[in-house]
């Protein structure tokens, strides 16, 4: 059984970068809008797609040609509202509906974090996600005063960063520990909140954590990261991670490569949500139509802005009918492999042009064509799929009245919610298994059982 994801961002385009120039696409005109995301809330749950994923960024870049006048001028992530604020407000008018978050680790201090993640789980009564990134643009380093390590460091830190929060979370208080004992005079139990003293190489948190156990505890946790260390970080944490992929066999490679890796770590692997961009229509020629007028919208300067900005690499210097090399980049890694495994050769200008619209697969046509693509990547290894729509809402409306009907007549996706947790959803329980390296934040096997 599949389970969607609806890709979003707090920007006006969060899928094709120049889709705020379509008519169509409203989100340009109300993504500052609360009831305009309460609305899309309820859509999405109503398909049922099982949760909204909410990408974010920390700075105006200035990677393509030095400056941020291209990234300004083209609305590249500008402007980007911040997705945190938002999640209580969509799960106020939602029941059901998975909401997972962006948030960096090189960026937040863990401790601040922690809380700010827990709240949201008892406000979404356990419905939270946390897509884990690091980071890597200079300025998102600037903009906070972190220190901006390498790509591998970054991660090197990102592990201890989720050891701290594995302390906070699994073991500072005990499920039982708020007694609210009005007689005794005792609101919580002393002996059931605990100091968690991480002293490490970046971080030092003497803690307790300062929220009672969410339903959750840990958020579920995604991750994207396809590089070599991104990979071996999503091993070793992930519960569920976003890939970017352009054929099957890529994603056949990627999801063999991360099950050993995660068996190598004595863990049951990630569920794997690739991103899939569907132009679905009553009728092929309508479909192709919706495909053209997004794709004729589509500057090849903005795909070079965003590819230079993700990449944390300069792309202006290159001719764009170059070919598309593989060179040490300290940003995305991950959007670079997609484009190097796919089965095709990319030049710069191609690659560039595409990535305005993510790499990512397009299926264009009718619900049956579409659902065939859908199970083609099912069976190449996806779990479920993060949806990017071209246009919003409206990409998000045709995937629920024209393409979930027939994954449904198919088997292919639930008809309707459980209830719980968005872990019980995506994956088992609503805590983490013992398994996880999250478990060994547990004093003895007190906390999470």
Avoid at 95 to 107: M, Y
Avoid at 259 to 282: H, L, M, N
Wanted: glycine share 8%; proline share 7%; with cysteine.
């Amino acid at each position: 059984m599949l389970d969607l994801i609806a890709y979003a961002n707090c920007s006006h385009s969060p899928h094709a970068a120049d889709a705020w120039r379509h008519p169509d696409h409203e989100h340009a005109r109300r993504y500052t809008d609360l009831d305009y995301w309460q609305e899309l809330g309820q859509t999405l749950e109503a398909a049922p797609f099982a949760g909204l994923f909410l990408a974010d960024a920390y700075n105006v870049a200035d990677r393509f040609r030095g400056s941020i006048e291209p990234t300004v001028r083209q609305g590249e992530q500008f402007p980007e509202n911040d997705p945190l604020p938002l999640l209580a407000a969509v799960a106020g008018a939602t029941d059901h509906l998975g909401l997972i978050a962006t948030a960096s680790t090189s960026l937040y201090p863990p401790y601040l974090l922690a809380k700010k993640l827990s709240t949201v789980d008892h406000l979404t009564d356990g419905r939270l996600g946390w897509n884990i990134v690091t980071s890597s643009g200079r300025l998102e380093f600037a903009n906070t005063g972190a220190e901006r390590l390498g790509h591998d460091a970054r991660y090197d830190r990102a592990d201890e960063y989720l050891a701290v929060l594995y302390k906070l979370w699994e073991g500072s208080v005990d499920d039982d520990a708020i007694v609210a004992d009005a007689e005794g005079g005792t609101y919580a139990d002393p002996d059931g909140v605990r100091f968690v003293d991480h002293e490490g190489e970046h971080f030092s948190v003497p803690g307790p954590h300062l929220v009672a156990p969410s339903p959750q505890r840990t958020p579920l946790l995604f991750q994207a990261g396809q590089s070599e260390r991104g990979r071996a970080f999503a091993a070793r944490h992930a519960e569920a991670t976003f890939t970017f992929q352009l054929d099957t066999d890529s994603l056949t490679d990627y999801v063999t490569d991360l099950r050993e890796r995660a068996r190598t770590e004595g863990r049951e692997p990630p569920a794997v949500f690739p991103g899939i961009a569907p132009y679905v229509a009553e009728t092929e020629a309508a479909a192709h139509d919706l495909h053209d007028s997004v794709v004729d919208l589509t500057s090849a300067e903005t795909g070079l802005v965003r590819l230079s900005n993700h990449l944390d690499h300069d792309y202006s210097q290159y001719d764009p009918d170059a070919p598309l090399q593989d060179i040490e980049v300290d940003g995305i890694r991950g959007v670079l492999e997609a484009f190097l495994t796919s089965d095709r050769e990319w030049t710069v200008g191609e690659a560039a042009r595409r990535y305005a619209r993510h790499p990512v697969p397009e299926p264009v046509g009718t619900p049956e064509q579409v659902a065939d693509t859908v199970e083609a990547w099912h069976a190449a290894g996806a779990d479920g799929f993060v949806v990017m729509a071209p246009l919003v809402p409206e990409g998000f409306e045709r995937v629920a009245d024209l393409l979930v009907p027939e994954l449904k007549r198919r088997g292919l996706v639930p008809e309707t919610y459980e209830t719980g947790t968005l872990r019980a959803r995506i994956r088992e329980g609503d805590r983490l298994p013992e398994t996880h390296p999250g478990a060994d934040g547990r004093p003895d096997g007190s906390a999470g059982d």
